[in-house]
């Protein structure tokens, strides 16, 4: 699928456990110009137009010092997705591939991650650029691009571990 | 936090809302070298340990094709951490900032992403270097590294939308 709904020649679906692991909760909310499926882009692109990013209450404070880094690593719920295929065809041309293997927004737990140019912070959100969901979608995480980050916690003994030795 | 449940100096929690507005299911679980929250590396290191990651049923299909990328990205549930901290201070040194300018645990969704270095694909999950988290963790979600991964899918309107015009 991806588009619509369907299962295509080569997908295989399967019978999934209930959902009931954990429990996420909606922070926020992302607008972008696309509202349908079939105009969304595969992957967003560091110079694709400005979208926004709309924290909610109480995680407003969350914000402070995000303005530090260039790149944000957005975490977003796909809540359009199934989440019961274990094979894709995402070009329908009757060959598929495990769901691990692929980005695609149909997963077990349909959770998009994309790296978003941080265009400016909002009293309430973030304006962005780079990312590739639809309107509307809800909001799960926001961290700054683990390139740029130098963790600020003491160093501990597992920094330092390299090997099977 | 991180290192305990404790608040610190600086530091700000909420009364978050409850975490009902969507639910996962575990498909595996990591096994890693450290079982404590004192030793865990801060942040994952190509040339660490290695860990295996397994993959439970009926997921194992979704495996298919992810030898074809050298790293992948790792999503996990960081079942310890508190969810209610708005402001952090991973130095415990009085000053603190925003949790979403932090790569700390301790988030309102405790959702980790890492990625890691493929060593083997096992019959029911991999093996892969360069992972931080506790032995244990809960698996969510895994996928290729974005910047190896080119779509299959066919094109669509938004892969060429650029600016704001």
């Not at 780079?130 to 979608?137: H, N, P, R, V």
Request: charged content about 25%; proline content about 10%.
């Amino acid at each position: 699928m991806v588009r619509r709904n369907e299962i295509r020649a080569g997908e295989v679906a399967v019978d999934p456990p209930a959902a009931t692991d954990a429990g996420l909760v909606f922070i926020g909310r992302i607008y972008t110009p696309w509202t349908d499926r079939r105009v969304c882009p595969r992957q967003g692109r560091a110079d694709g137009p400005t979208c926004r990013i709309e924290v909610f209450p109480p995680w407003i404070a969350a914000l402070d010092s995000i303005d530090h880094y260039e790149r944000i690593e957005v975490l977003y719920w796909m809540h359009l997705s199934r989440r019961d295929l274990v094979r894709q065809s995402p070009a329908n041309d009757g060959t598929a591939r495990g769901t691990f293997s692929l980005r695609s927004p149909v997963r077990p737990n349909p959770i998009g991650s994309s790296i978003a140019s941080l265009v400016k912070v909002e009293a309430d959100g973030l304006l962005v650029r780079g990312l590739d969901c639809l309107d509307g979608t809800p909001l799960i995480d926001l961290k700054p691009d683990r390139t740029l980050f130098t963790p600020i916690a003491p160093r501990q003994p597992g920094d330092d571990q390299v090997g099977d030795g």
